[in-house]
């Protein structure tokens, strides 16, 4: 019973673990959506400003982050699947140079120990209010995007 009952309440009330967690959802998001719209080199010209807006956003997220270490190699993470991907499936050395680049940025963050930074606050399970809070949080996030563009 105790396990139904911790399920529905809310484990870490700690606001910087939500704080660093949307940071890098956001930045993460904006990241991929950024690296799409530029990808098609020329891109158009709306596309190109709409791309860069999403990478500043990505970028300002990585700079106000207080935990950049960790934003910046999730970010570097998923650059390095996709590049993996794009490499596996079309054949493209442009997206295998991506992957080798960003597997020694992490690599190298690794190795100096700036990925093992120690917690500042205690991290809990994940609980079903959390993820009520995240829905809420992300989908608020898509109708401000939806109604500002």
């Not at 120990?113 to 209010?129: C, E, M, R, T």
Request: net charge positive.
């Amino acid at each position: 019973m105790r396990i139904l009952r911790n399920s529905f309440r809310l484990q870490n009330k700690d606001l910087r673990w939500y704080r660093d967690k949307y940071l890098a959802i956001v930045c993460l998001v904006c990241l991929v959506v950024g690296i799409s719209l530029v990808s098609n080199w020329p891109p158009s010209r709306p596309e190109l400003f709409r791309g860069l807006r999403f990478l500043s956003v990505a970028g300002l997220c990585l700079i106000i982050s207080p935990r950049r270490a960790w934003v910046f190699t999730a970010v570097m993470v998923v650059v390095l699947l996709r590049a993996v991907v794009g490499f596996v499936f079309y054949h493209s050395v442009g997206a295998l140079v991506v992957a080798v680049v960003s597997a020694a940025l992490v690599y190298v963050g690794a190795r100096r120990g700036a990925v093992n930074f120690p917690k500042a606050y205690q991290i809990d399970d994940y609980s079903y209010a959390e993820l009520a809070i995240d829905c809420v949080v992300l989908g608020s996030l898509m109708m401000l995007y939806k109604t500002l563009s």
